[in-house]
């Protein structure tokens, strides 16, 4: 099991940065950690994803060249810089943790066992 717990989100402008953090506590090794958002009325949908081993990391091409995951392995923290933020970048962010894989299972929700509990991302145009 692991503990997640997400933070950093807000109200931005157009055009502007925010960066979420995820803080993981319990097993972590060979896992994967990736982020997900939700908007109102539309299913939850993949974002990005990192490796805790090795680092590798996943985007969805809605967010390639504007979002960046990264981790801390010394401070068990992932972290979602988000740049160039555009108003359908607004939904609620998840952090989520789940047994690596290499498949196309990393980009799908059913690929993570644990949730945190969402953080809130608005971007006013």
């Known amino acids: 099991q692991v503990q997640l717990i997400e933070s950093g989100g807000g109200l931005v402008q157009a055009g502007g940065s925010l960066r979420l953090s995820c803080a993981a506590s319990?097993?972590?090794?060979?896992?994967?950690v990736g982020w997900f958002r939700q908007a109102p009325g539309k299913e939850r949908e993949f974002v990005a994803t990192?490796?805790?081993?090795?680092?590798?990391?996943y985007y969805a091409e809605s967010v390639k060249g504007r979002f960046t995951i990264s981790r801390d392995s010394a401070n068990n923290t992932v972290y979602l810089q988000m740049d160039s933020l555009k108003s359908e970048d607004t939904a609620t962010y998840y952090c989520?943790?789940?047994?690596?894989?290499?498949?196309?299972?990393?980009?799908?929700?059913?690929?993570?066992?644990?949730w945190g509990q969402g953080t809130r991302v608005t971007v006013s145009s």
């Open positions: 319990g097993r972590t090794r060979h896992i994967m």
């Open positions: 990192i490796f805790w081993n090795g680092g590798s990391s």
């Open positions: 989520a943790a789940g047994v690596q894989t290499t498949t196309i299972v990393r980009r799908l929700t059913r690929g993570y066992d644990n």
